[in-house]
């Protein structure tokens, strides 16, 4: 049975749920059946929360992948004021923080990898599956930035990793930014895009499905 792992942040800033964790919450433990005319799970999918924590979000994706060296990661990360899901394609060399993490720290135009590459390209079919997520009928994009924040430290510091691993190679990462609940935006002084939980949950199985070969 292939695995699959995701990952997910808590909440960060002044917000105090994340959709991020809650959506990986419901789906820890799912057993997926990818082909039509199967019984039989051919997937499972194993949830990790990850810190939102500068660098220190890093060592802990690599520790659970050497834990449960999955066939297929998505990272989810929520991204308020964003109209749908965001399918991330890059991850950029710098650290560069308007906020504080949760730690306290906010780095300015810091590398992440000293003599790392300007970026990385995340490595599922970006192309492929924002065209399956908007057959479903759900609001999505490609998105070329992920920003400087907790989310772009963790695709690049992931696709180092990963790239630069003899064993971990060939498993496929991508990183999904979803946007707020609508009882999130339901608080806000102003109206912000929102999704409920159940369509970001059909978004992750289909982009799943679409990208385990």
């Known amino acids: 049975m292939k695995k699959v792992l995701l990952t ?6 002044k ?6 964790l809650l959506v990986i919450q419901e789906l820890d433990n799912q057993k997926l059946v990818l082909n039509k005319g199967k019984n ?17 979000t890093i060592n802990e994706f690599i520790t659970i992948v050497e834990t449960i060296n999955p066939d297929l990661i998505l990272s989810i990360g929520q991204a308020g004021g964003r109209m749908g899901i965001s399918l991330e394609r890059i991850g950029i060399n710098v650290a560069d923080a308007d906020i504080a993490d949760n730690e306290k720290n906010k780095p ?4 992440i990898v000293r003599d790392g590459p300007v970026a990385y390209f995340t490595t599922i ?3 492929h599956t924002f065209n399956e ?18 989310c772009n430290n963790l695709i690049y510091g992931a696709l180092h ?3 630069s691993s003899e064993k971990f190679s060939k498993i496929k990462y991508g990183f999904i930014h979803i946007p707020y609940l609508p009882k999130q935006a339901a608080e806000m ?5 929102s999704m409920p939980l159940s369509l970001i949950k059909k978004a992750i199985l289909i982009t799943i499905k679409t990208n385990l070969d």
């Open 8 to 13: 997910g942040f808590g909440p960060f800033g």
């Open 15 to 20: 917000e105090s749920i994340n959709p991020a």
């Open 40 to 56: 039989n799970p051919e997937a499972k999918i194993v949830s990790k929360e990850l810190s939102v924590v500068f660098r220190k």
């Open 108 to 111: 300015r135009d810091e590398l």
């Open 125 to 127: 079919n970006v192309r």
């Open 133 to 150: 997520i908007k057959e479903a009928g759900i609001p999505v994009r490609i998105s070329n930035s992920a920003g400087t924040y907790v």
């Open 161 to 163: 990793y990963l790239t």
């Open 189 to 193: 002084k102003k109206i912000t895009p």
